[in-house]
């Protein structure tokens, strides 16, 4: 059974910054690759950055580009975003999700296992 935990969510200034992280279980970790996602209320699920297995290759939605680090400690199991300038439009419920496959993806569909999501709230 994949499980994945986020934490390090919550409230932040904007301007502020944030670091989540995944904590994964259930699987061989350093096979494959992961992802973060985010849902702001009343909006769809979409994607933040993607992260391939051993982290050598990432990619970055628009907005987060810049602002924005995925990394992954393979060791230990777990991935993190770097939340950086933080602003009012950050706010969301992010996700880390976990592919079956090595190479990233910035698909929802290429993901099989999500977490249960951890709140940011950027006050402006």
């Known amino acids: 059974q994949v499980q994945l935990v986020e934490s390090g969510g919550g409230l932040v200034q904007a301007g502020g910054s944030l670091r989540l992280s995944c904590a994964a279980s259930?699987?061989?970790?350093?096979?494959?690759?992961m992802g973060w996602f985010r849902q702001a209320p009343g909006k769809e699920r979409e994607f933040v950055a993607s992260?391939?297995?051993?982290?050598?290759?990432?990619y970055y939605a628009d907005f987060a580009k810049g602002r924005f680090t995925i990394s992954r400690d393979n060791a230990k199991n777990t991935m993190y975003l770097q939340m950086n300038s933080l602003k009012p439009e950050d706010t969301a419920v992010y996700y880390c999700a976990g592919r079956q496959f090595p190479l990233l993806s910035t698909s929802r569909s290429g993901y099989a296992y999500w977490g249960q999501g951890t709140r940011v709230t950027v006050s402006s």
């Open positions: 259930g699987r061989t970790f350093s096979r494959y690759a």
């Open positions: 992260i391939n297995w051993n982290g050598g290759d990432t």
